[in-house]
């Protein structure tokens, strides 16, 4: 069984910068791409970010390229996601989900319970 605790979400200011943090537990995590989504209030899930498990290869939603960035340490079997120039409009609950190489969230085999994001103006 594979299990994903996430942390480092909080309250920012616009502007400012956040970095998650997601713990996978398990031997085989570099057997997956690992995915970043988020859900605002109201809406529905949405891809952020994915990031194959070499860690060569990465993939952004256009509403986050060039302010987040994807990475991954296998040694310490964690997935980051670091967000500079943080919006408003990025305050969501931010999930991490461990799969195959995909934006599809329902195709993800395992799931973080999540950690909130709060972006103030």
């Known amino acids: 069984q594979v299990q994903l605790v996430e942390s480092g979400g909080g309250l920012v200011q616009a502007g400012g910068s956040l970095r998650l943090s997601c713990a996978v537990s398990?031997?085989?995590?570099?057997?997956?791409?690992m995915g970043w989504f988020r859900q605002a209030p109201g809406k529905e899930r949405e891809f952020v970010a994915v990031?194959?498990?070499?860690?060569?290869?990465?993939l952004y939603a256009d509403s986050v390229k060039g302010r987040f960035t994807v990475s991954r340490d296998n040694a310490k079997n964690t997935v980051y996601l670091q967000m500079n120039s943080l919006k408003p409009e990025d305050t969501a609950v931010y999930y991490c989900?461990?799969?195959?190489?995909?934006?599809?969230?329902?195709?993800?085999?395992?799931w973080g319970q999540g950690t909130q994001v709060t972006v103030s103006s």
């Open positions: 398990g031997r085989t995590f570099s057997g997956y791409a």
């Open positions: 989900a461990a799969g195959p190489w995909t934006t599809r969230g329902d195709l993800y085999d395992y």
């Open positions: 990031i194959t498990g070499s860690g060569h290869r990465t």
